[in-house]
């Protein structure tokens, strides 16, 4: 009985050890700091019972039943979650378990019993070399030795995994040290923080205000698009505020509330803490609109999200104006306006009603189209008839003509645009038809005015070469009787005044003859008749011929003529009579428009077209601007002194144009009212031949 005495401390303190174990195993799932006093508290009663076990072995000669003790005693141990290193008062390794070899893995340098703290520390040293803990490590070792306490380390090692490292002393002088594999903690720590950190990115970046409160309508938290949205000062808002307190102090910032913020606090209070959800728009002072949603949580809490819909309500305010505006002007549309839809009327306008002569909108809806216009322009108008698929919306058919027949039996004349609209979820055809009767009438007039006036034309024109024929025979009398007085060809006629009148008379008919065969060739061009004799010209030779023949006429005018041409121009293909009465056309009206000792002058140019542009250059007395169409049309006169003392038709310039443009060319007027006039006529390329004169 006394030998069994003397075990009762020891099996006292061994339960106690593995009741401290199992707590310790237990306190794993909780906090950190609960784990590390049981754990620490288990390690001490563990070295105290090692320490009487030895020493009552020591004393007594242990039996092999005590030795089985011991030996479970060292399994509870190993049984621990945390790696264990326990040093005896001179620091030798006395007891290792094996949880510190499965968390120090990879660690070469085993702990085994005996191995002094330093050697195994100065190991784990070089062991976590290079990983981001042998800084940290150094620096512990470092207040160890200098006798300060260093505290507790979270090392990530080489292995990859994280554990918690401590030390602590014994009563009797020795050190224990733990490690502790806190790699999953750490993992869902970190995950749970980058979880937290997402959500809470998400919740302040979402683009609508979010606020939530409690049960008792307190304020939970908020966004930032929530401050943004509602125009709340960050000081009216705080956690825990009361929603009533909230609202009234913000009543000053809202529309169409009322005048008692009280009420006003209460009545949204009432709804938020309903349990169903709402939606209501609530109107800012500053214009701004926004939609308010209201969700019951689990808790009895609420959430509301809020949503800036001003722009949303502008654009559809404008929409809604757009379409009145859209409806009225079709409605009120001079133009007749039909929807079908596969053909069939949907819609029509006051001006369809009255074209398709129908008594109202419900007497043509639900009709076919194709009714009311003649079966032969069916085929053409198909694309305007059929169905809208295949268009986009805005999309045209080609216009077209055709006539509308009313119910009366009345036929008008339209012209029918089309496109496609959308309608509801598919697009329809929009016909207009506009009333072209009018138009078409007055094309018919112009038509048979225009072909009235080409056969007035063309019978003036006849009655011109007629009368012109008819006049030259009794001209040619005239003239040459004149002229045969006039040289006294039959003898001596007497009186010098005989002599003198016949003069007049010859150069009286010689000047009516000239008019008599420009206004000839003039009717000749208007009616289409006159037929160009091409032949290859020497251009020099005709211009100084030209200048020669208007010889008696310079003298008498006193002035000078100049020619600038080169003796090596081009050749062209043209109506030589044509192109000199253009030329003597254009030097008499410079001769007689300049003033005495004046100066004509003659140039050319090949233009990079490859037209050559023969010019007439005078310093007379110029034309106004308003006056250069006037001097091109026939019978028109310039109103000058210069017209008054010259005589003339005025069919000069007129006919010199309408020559050139028979030759595909032109004539152009470039002039300064008292300065001058320089008229260009130009010979298309296609007749500069390539061989020079």
Same mark, same amino acid.
């Given at each position: 009985?006394?030998?069994? !005495?003397?075990?009762?401390?020891?099996?006292?303190?061994?339960?106690?050890?593995?009741?401290?174990?199992?707590?310790?195993?237990?306190?794993?799932?909780?906090?950190?700091?609960?784990?590390?006093?049981?754990?620490?508290?288990?390690?001490?009663?563990?070295?105290?019972?090692?320490?009487?076990?030895?020493?009552?072995?020591?004393?007594?000669?242990?039996?092999?039943?005590?030795?089985?003790?011991?030996?479970?005693?060292?399994?509870?141990?190993?049984?621990?979650? $945390?790696?264990?290193?326990?040093?005896?008062?001179?620091?030798?390794?006395?007891?290792?378990?094996?949880?510190?070899?499965?968390?120090?893995?990879?660690?070469?340098?085993?702990?085994?019993?005996?191995?002094?703290?330093?050697?195994?520390?100065?190991?784990?040293?070089?062991?976590? !070399?290079?990983?981001?803990?042998?800084? $940290?490590?150094?620096?512990?070792?470092?207040?160890?030795?200098?006798?300060?306490?260093?505290?507790?380390?979270?090392?990530?090692?080489?292995?990859?995994?994280?554990?918690?490292?401590?030390?602590?002393?014994?009563?009797?002088?020795?050190?224990?040290?733990?490690?502790?594999?806190?790699?999953?903690?750490?993992?869902?720590?970190?995950?749970?923080?980058?979880?937290?950190?997402?959500?809470?990115?998400?919740?302040?970046?979402?683009?609508?205000?979010?606020?939530?409160?409690?049960?008792?309508?307190?304020?939970?938290?908020?966004?930032?698009?929530?401050?943004?949205?509602?125009?709340?000062?960050?000081?009216?808002?705080?956690?825990?505020?009361?929603?009533?307190?909230?609202?009234?102090?913000?009543?000053?910032?809202?529309?169409?509330?009322?005048?008692?913020?009280?009420?006003?606090?209460?009545?949204?209070?009432?709804?938020?803490?309903?349990?169903?959800?709402?939606?209501?728009?609530?109107?800012?002072?500053?214009?701004?609109?926004?939609?308010?949603?209201?969700?019951?949580?689990?808790?009895?809490?609420?959430?509301?999200?809020?949503?800036?819909?001003?722009?949303?309500?502008?654009?559809?305010?404008?929409?809604?104006?757009?379409?009145?505006?859209?409806? !009225?002007?079709?409605?009120?549309?001079?133009?007749?306006?039909?929807?079908?839809?596969?053909?069939?009327?949907?819609?029509?306008?006051?001006?369809?009603?009255?074209?398709?002569?129908?008594?109202?909108?419900?007497?043509?809806?639900? $009709?076919?189209?194709?009714?009311?216009?003649?079966?032969?322009?069916?085929?053409?108008?198909?694309?305007?008839?059929?169905?809208?698929?295949?268009?986009?919306?805005?999309?045209?058919?080609?216009?077209?003509?055709?006539?509308?027949?009313?119910?009366?039996?009345?036929?008008?004349?339209?012209?029918?645009?089309?496109?496609?609209?959308?309608?509801?979820?598919?697009?329809?055809?929009?016909?207009?038809?506009?009333?072209?009767?009018?138009?078409?009438?007055?094309?018919?007039?112009?038509?048979?005015?225009?072909?009235?006036?080409?056969?007035?034309?063309?019978?003036?024109?006849?009655?011109?070469?007629?009368?012109?024929?008819?006049?030259?025979?009794?001209?040619?009398?005239?003239?040459?009787?004149?002229?045969?007085?006039?040289?006294?060809?039959?003898? $001596?006629?007497?009186?010098?005044?005989?002599?003198?009148?016949?003069?007049?008379?010859?150069?009286?008919?010689?000047?009516?003859?000239?008019?008599?065969?420009?206004?000839?060739?003039?009717?000749?061009?208007?009616?289409?008749?006159?037929?160009?004799?091409?032949?290859?010209?020497?251009?020099?030779?005709?211009?100084?011929?030209?200048?020669?023949?208007?010889?008696?006429?310079?003298?008498?005018?006193?002035?000078?003529?100049?020619?600038?041409?080169?003796?090596?121009?081009?050749?062209?293909?043209?109506?030589?009579?044509?192109?000199?009465?253009?030329?003597?056309?254009?030097?008499?009206?410079?001769?007689?428009?300049?003033?005495?000792?004046?100066?004509?002058?003659?140039?050319?140019?090949?233009?990079?077209?490859?037209?050559?542009?023969?010019?007439?250059?005078?310093?007379?007395?110029?034309?106004?601007?308003?006056?250069?169409?006037?001097?091109?049309?026939?019978?028109?006169?310039?109103?000058?002194?210069?017209?008054?003392?010259?005589?003339?038709?005025?069919?000069?310039?007129?006919?010199?144009?309408?020559?050139?443009?028979?030759?595909?060319?032109?004539?152009?007027?470039?002039?300064?009212?008292?300065?001058?006039?320089?008229?260009?006529?130009?010979?298309?390329?296609?007749?500069?031949?390539?061989?020079?004169?």
């Amino acid at each position: 009985m006394a030998s069994l !005495k003397k075990y009762i401390p020891a099996v006292f303190l061994l339960a106690t050890a593995l009741i401290l174990i199992s707590v310790a195993i237990t306190a794993n799932a909780l906090t950190s700091e609960i784990s590390y006093f049981v754990v620490g508290t288990t390690v001490g009663f563990g070295v105290f019972l090692v320490f009487y076990l030895l020493k009552s072995q020591q004393g007594s000669g242990e039996t092999t039943s005590d030795t089985r003790k011991f030996t479970q005693m060292m399994e509870a141990i190993d049984a621990l979650d $945390e790696g264990l290193v326990i040093y005896d008062i001179n620091e030798n390794a006395l007891i290792t378990n094996r949880r510190i070899s499965q968390i120090l893995s990879n660690f070469k340098h085993m702990f085994t019993p005996g191995q002094s703290r330093e050697n195994l520390g100065a190991a784990f040293v070089e062991w976590l !070399k290079g990983s981001p803990a042998y800084g $940290e490590f150094l620096e512990y070792i470092a207040k160890v030795k200098a006798g300060k306490k260093p505290g507790d380390l979270q090392l990530t090692l080489p292995n990859g995994k994280i554990v918690s490292f401590k030390e602590r002393y014994t009563a009797e002088g020795g050190v224990v040290s733990i490690f502790r594999d806190v790699t999953d903690e750490v993992e869902k720590r970190n995950e749970l923080e980058a979880t937290h950190s997402l959500i809470t990115g998400v919740y302040q970046a979402i683009p609508i205000g979010l606020c939530v409160y409690d049960p008792d309508l307190n304020v939970v938290s908020w966004n930032e698009k929530y401050i943004e949205i509602m125009e709340v000062p960050s000081d009216t808002i705080s956690v825990g505020m009361p929603l009533k307190e909230h609202l009234f102090n913000c009543f000053s910032y809202f529309d169409e509330v009322g005048d008692d913020p009280e009420a006003f606090a209460e009545m949204v209070a009432e709804r938020t803490h309903s349990p169903h959800t709402s939606n209501i728009e609530r109107k800012f002072k500053s214009g701004r609109i926004v939609e308010i949603s209201q969700s019951h949580l689990p808790d009895g809490g609420a959430v509301c999200t809020f949503k800036d819909i001003t722009l949303e309500k502008s654009t559809q305010q404008l929409l809604k104006e757009s379409e009145n505006r859209y409806r !009225k002007m079709v409605e009120l549309s001079p133009d007749a306006i039909l929807v079908h839809k596969d053909g069939i009327v949907i819609y029509s306008n006051e001006a369809a009603i009255q074209l398709l002569e129908v008594k109202d909108l419900h007497s043509i809806v639900g $009709e076919k189209i194709h009714k009311f216009f003649p079966v032969a322009d069916h085929d053409n108008l198909d694309a305007h008839f059929g169905g809208a698929d295949h268009l986009q919306p805005g999309q045209t058919v080609p216009t077209a003509k055709s006539q509308v027949i009313g119910r009366l039996g009345n036929r008008i004349d339209v012209e029918l645009e089309a496109s496609a609209l959308l309608y509801g979820d598919r697009p329809v055809m929009q016909l207009i038809a506009r009333d072209v009767s009018a138009t078409i009438k007055a094309q018919k007039l112009l038509k048979q005015a225009k072909e009235e006036a080409e056969s007035a034309a063309q019978l003036k024109g006849t009655f011109l070469a007629n009368m012109s024929h008819e006049l030259r025979t009794p001209l040619n009398a005239i003239i040459g009787f004149s002229e045969v007085i006039k040289n006294q060809y039959y003898g $001596e006629v007497g009186s010098e005044k005989y002599i003198e009148y016949a003069s007049d008379i010859n150069a009286s008919g010689v000047h009516l003859l000239d008019l008599i065969n420009e206004i000839l060739d003039l009717s000749k061009i208007e009616s289409g008749n006159q037929e160009i004799y091409e032949e290859t010209l020497d251009l020099f030779s005709l211009v100084e011929d030209c200048r020669r023949l208007m010889e008696p006429q310079r003298e008498k005018a006193d002035v000078e003529i100049t020619s600038k041409l080169s003796s090596v121009l081009p050749n062209v293909v043209a109506d030589s009579k044509m192109i000199k009465q253009v030329m003597i056309n254009l030097l008499s009206n410079a001769v007689k428009f300049t003033p005495k000792g004046g100066q004509i002058t003659i140039s050319s140019l090949i233009e990079r077209n490859g037209d050559l542009a023969i010019s007439v250059e005078d310093t007379g007395i110029g034309i106004r601007k308003d006056d250069i169409e006037k001097a091109l049309t026939p019978f028109m006169q310039v109103d000058s002194e210069f017209n008054r003392k010259y005589q003339g038709t005025g069919l000069g310039l007129p006919l010199s144009k309408n020559l050139m443009e028979l030759h595909g060319g032109s004539l152009h007027i470039d002039s300064q009212f008292g300065s001058g006039t320089t008229v260009t006529i130009r010979i298309p390329g296609k007749r500069v031949a390539l061989t020079a004169a």
